[in-house]
């Protein structure tokens, strides 16, 4: 689970509903150890590219070497990671430079994580209809 930066500083109740609705729906979300800001794209990617790129692959490693998929409430950390992922697949020169990065930490990035965002990975992994049973309120009441 990647929380990302701004969900536990600023929307703590984002994360401990998640955690709630998940647990409701027997899963339990694993912290991985190490994850940082993932970065956000506008002001980051803007201000240093390369820290941008790094940090970021940094993250999807992090998970990819736990064999984990990459799951986030947060439209940002989905977007940016979603985006890395692609940029490092169509650009090898990239991909190799941020890797020769990695390296220098015992890390790399071989982009076999998955990526998902919360809402996606329930439809996807649930579907409405499993959820839709397992409502307590429906919205039409």
């Known amino acids: 689970m990647f929380w990302g930066c701004t969900i536990p ?3 703590p109740f984002i994360e401990k509903s998640t955690r709630l609705a998940l647990g409701d729906l027997g899963v339990e ?3 991985v150890a190490g994850f940082t800001c993932c970065p956000e794209t506008t002001l ?3 201000a240093d590219e390369e820290a941008y790129y790094l940090t970021a692959a940094r993250n999807l490693a992090l998970a990819e070497r736990r064999r984990l998929p990459l799951l986030t409430p947060c439209n940002g950390c989905y977007s940016t990671f979603k985006s890395v992922l692609s940029d490092l697949k169509v650009d090898w020169r ?11 930490v015992g890390s790399a990035l071989n982009g076999e994580v998955d990526v998902w965002h919360l809402v996606e990975w329930l439809s996807e992994d649930f579907g409405p209809a499993a959820l839709g049973k397992r409502a307590v309120k429906p919205f039409w009441e």
Do not use: G, H, M, W
Not at 94 to 104: F, G, H, K
């Open 44 to 46: 980051v990617k803007a």
């Open 9 to 11: 500083a600023r929307f």
């Open 29 to 31: 979300p694993v912290d």
């Open 94 to 104: 990239l991909e190799q430079s941020i890797n020769r990065r990695l390296a220098t």
